[in-house]
């Protein structure tokens, strides 16, 4: 059995893919490139498949050096970074790998949910300065119970799903939506559904995003959108950063017309340029204190869901090159009959 040639231009690891390599036993044979590392047009030629993470740019002009590809396989749920109609153009299959991570973000989506309404981290940080002083419930902004408040889900795909399956478990009333939820989902899992985001923001408290990241979401939450939420909601986005107006976050939250925001996911990772509510975050503004909180895009991380998304991305590669069978294939609806094998 002969053996494919499969490239990683930005490779997250420094372990050599120990990972990679068990799942690819002797049938693929695997460069893993850093991001800093550059391949040839020569190189490029000769590669099979590609495992692509978030940093390389997969776009036209590069799959033009692609001339054997037959499979470009995403590291993760996203796809933003590879041209799809490119792909399609040339018979190339683009996958993801969407069945990681699930419940990491679900569970990160509450965390962040319970850390603004039950003030973890302000009481931390108070106790952290001066624990006599500052032992007191009355330091911090007033905390929240979170039984009887409504959870907005922009989205109800697995992730969202999974997070209201756990906010209905705090005893939180679940309102969705989404247009392309084929319609009686969202009462197999006991929420309600509106038809609009506008109608959707005026009925909740809390505000979570789970949708991908298309060119019909990019910048879908505005500032304008943000104002209908009650003056009391806290915003939560743990999706992508792009599908969020940072600006308008920012205007919301000094206005006093958010109470809080908590965010994962940037427009551009690391934040260069720094978006004005990180500037204001860093420089400590009082207005922002105990109002904002920040991780840097690890809803998805744990050493499970990293070993997961590492195998089975590997795995989606070897079935497709080895097996001919495809899954999780995200520009199906491009390839045209027949251009699967060029």
Not at 38 to 44: A, I, M, Q, R, T
Not at 120 to 141: C, E, I, M, Q, R
Request: proline share 5%; aromatic share 8%; charged share 20%.
């Amino acid at each position: 059995m002969s053996s494919f040639r499969v490239l990683s231009p930005d490779f997250q690891y420094t372990d050599g893919g120990i990972i990679e390599r068990e799942v690819a036993t002797s049938n693929l044979i695997l460069d893993l490139y850093q991001c800093h590392q550059e391949v040839s047009s020569e190189s490029l030629s000769k590669y099979f498949g590609l495992l692509v993470y978030h940093i390389a740019k997969i776009d036209d002009c590069y799959m033009d050096q692609l001339i054997n590809c037959r499979i470009i396989v995403r590291c993760g749920v996203g796809f933003d970074n590879v041209d799809l109609k490119a792909a399609a153009c040339r018979g190339i299959a683009v996958c993801n790998t969407p069945d990681y991570g699930t419940g990491e973000i679900a569970d990160h989506t509450i965390g962040m949910i319970l850390s603004l309404e039950r003030q973890f981290v302000s009481y931390h940080n108070l106790l952290k300065n001066d624990p006599l002083t500052n032992f007191s419930h009355l330091g911090a902004p007033p905390g929240r119970r979170l039984r009887g408040r409504s959870i907005g889900l922009l989205g109800m795909g697995r992730i969202g799903t999974a997070t209201a399956l756990r906010a209905k478990a705090f005893g939180m009333r679940v309102v969705i939506y989404d247009p392309y939820l084929p319609r009686g989902q969202e009462i197999a899992v006991g929420v309600e559904r509106v038809e609009s985001l506008e109608e959707l923001c005026r009925q909740v408290n809390i505000l979570s995003i789970h949708t991908p990241l298309t060119e019909e979401t990019q910048g879908i939450i505005n500032e304008k959108l943000l104002r209908l939420l009650p003056k009391d909601s806290i915003l939560i986005n743990t999706a992508r950063g792009p599908i969020l107006d940072l600006d308008g976050v920012y205007n919301v939250l000094k206005d006093g017309s958010l109470r809080a925001a908590a965010i994962d996911v940037f427009p551009t990772e690391p934040p260069d340029p720094m978006p004005k509510l990180l500037k204001a975050l860093q420089n400590n503004e009082t207005w922002l204190q105990q109002r904002l909180l920040v991780t840097p895009h690890t809803a998805w991380y744990s050493v499970d869901s990293a070993l997961d998304l590492r195998r089975k991305s590997v795995e989606t590669v070897l079935q497709y090159l080895r097996d001919d069978k495809l899954r999780n294939c995200v520009n199906a609806h491009l390839l045209q009959t027949g251009q699967f094998f060029r």
